[in-house]
Every structure is written in C-alpha cells, then in structure tokens.
C-alpha cells in the first residue's frame, strides 16, 4: 500500500457490513457524484452506493467498462471525500485488473465496498461460476494480504444476460450465490430477479445477505423487507428519472425562452 493512499477505516468497513439485515434491508440510493452524494447523505441515509452507468455517464462514457479504470476510482475518491457515510463502488468486473493491483488502487479511493460481477461488460458473456468464485478469492485473499477490508457484493447476472432457460436461472443462481459467498463475497446481487417468489427463494436459500434492485417500485421497500432482502439498491434509475424528468425539460424551456424556473 502506498503512502499517499487511504482505505476506508476499518470501523466504517464494518458498520456498512452490519447494516445488511435480511427483513430490515440497507437502502442504497445509488449517486453519481460528490453533489448527489452530499444530497443522500443529508436526506439521511447510513451509507451509500455509487452506479457504474451513471458516474460512466457523469464522466462522458457509456456504461460496461468503458470509462478508465483511474477515472472511475478518481471520481470514487471524490465521492468518498465528499461524505462521512461509508460507499460502496459499483467496480463493474474490476476493470481488467488483477486482483492485488485491484485492491491496491480501490482500496486508496477509502471506499467501504465493491460490487463485482459475473458477466464480462464487453460482450454480456456469463463468466464461468468456479472461474469467478476463484476471482473474488483472489480479491478477498489480495484485500487480507494487504490488511484491507471491504464489503465485496458479488453480483450475478443470469436473471439479467439470461443465457439459460427460465427454470434453470433460480437453481444457477444458487449455485452461483454459495459459490462466491464461500470465496469471500459478503452479499450476493442477484440482478434482474423481480418476481416475488423468486426473490422469496433466493432470500432464503442463498447462505448469505441478498441484494436486490428497487425496480422502479414494482415492489415496495416494505415488501422486498417481508421477502427477506438484506439490501436494497437503484442503479442508474435515480439518475435516469431525475435526469429524464428534469434536464431535458429544463435546457428545452432555455432554449425556446421560456423561464426554467417555473418548471
């Protein structure tokens, strides 16, 4: 570890780790920069995730690894100075870097946790599960060398890249969860499962915390809480509606010379 870095304290490691309750879910709002971080915070909130597609999009980039690793971490440090609560960074599947240079340069952003996932960006392409599992030990295995601790969220995509049939992605899925729970991950995110049962399952049955996304509040927070889920996030769907409902109204009334502030 170099001296100019500066990982999370191990004390805001573990409070964000605590915070994952199955039946009392950690809310995320996923932000994107250090003025939507400040805004979460003050509205609240103990801790707080960034989405990889909305700080991509803040920074000029589309989502799936597409912006620079060192832009990302940079604009993660930003958002970790920005706030006193602990972040948790979506790190996509680590921006090819090996796991002990991964961790090194994460670990100096002082963020709490990580997602990593189990699909490659570039192509969608659903990552071998032992190949993964193998990944997210060398991250953890790489973290404890080090004498850094982080909240891993294992994201795990078959519900969203669907390359088996329907029957078989709730038992993939399982498989996948224990899996990268007993290589070090803290949290499984299961992406894409929306169907109550389903979530019902994988609460129960995944040997570990569940995450799931909010999904536009086709279920509401109280009744992803009565399924079990541990965590609760939004991906880049805070950005987008705020972003959808708001900006593109307002450059339209500038530009047709109407007062933007009446909106």
């Given amino acids: ?3 100019t870095s ?3 304290p191990p004390a805001k490691v573990a409070g964000l780790r605590d915070l994952h309750v199955p039946g009392d879910p950690l ?5 994107w920069d250090a003025a939507s971080a400040r805004l979460a915070e003050a509205a609240g909130f103990p801790a707080l995730a960034t989405s990889s597609a909305a700080t991509a999009a803040v920074l000029g980039y589309d989502d799936g690894e597409q912006a620079p690793a060192g832009e990302v971490l940079a604009a993660a ?9 602990p972040v948790t960074v979506d790190f996509e599947r680590g921006y090819g870097l090996a796991p002990a240079e ?45 004498g850094v601790d982080l909240v891993i969220n294992a994201r795990t995509d078959l519900f969203l890249r669907r390359p088996v049939p329907p029957e078989a992605q709730l038992a993939g899925t399982l498989e996948r969860g224990a ?15 929306g169907d109550p049962g389903v979530i019902r399952e994988l609460a129960a049955s995944v040997p570990g915390p569940v995450n799931v996304a909010y999904g536009n509040g086709k ?3 109280a009744e992803l809480a009565a399924l079990g889920v541990a965590r609760v996030s939004f ?7 705020l972003y959808g409902t708001w900006g593109s109204a307002i450059f339209s009334a500038v530009a047709s010379g109407e007062n933007p502030f009446a909106l």
């Fill in 102 to 146: 991964l961790v090194e340069r994460f670990a100096a952003t002082g963020a709490a946790g990580l997602n990593l996932e189990d699909s490659r960006p570039a192509t969608g392409d659903l990552v071998d599960a032992a190949e993964q599992a193998d990944f997210l030990s060398a991250v953890r295995e790489a973290a404890v060398s080090l």
């Fill in 235 to 241: 991906g880049p769907a805070l950005q987008r509606h």
């Fill in 1 to 3: 570890m170099s001296e």
């Fill in 179 to 193: 899996r990268y729970l007993a290589a070090g991950a803290d949290c499984v995110y299961p992406i894409g499962a």
């Fill in 77 to 85: 440090a930003r958002i970790v100075g920005a706030v006193r609560v």
């Fill in 219 to 221: 279920l509401t927070r």
């Fill in 6 to 8: 500066r990982p999370a």
């Fill in 27 to 31: 809310v995320l709002p996923n932000v």
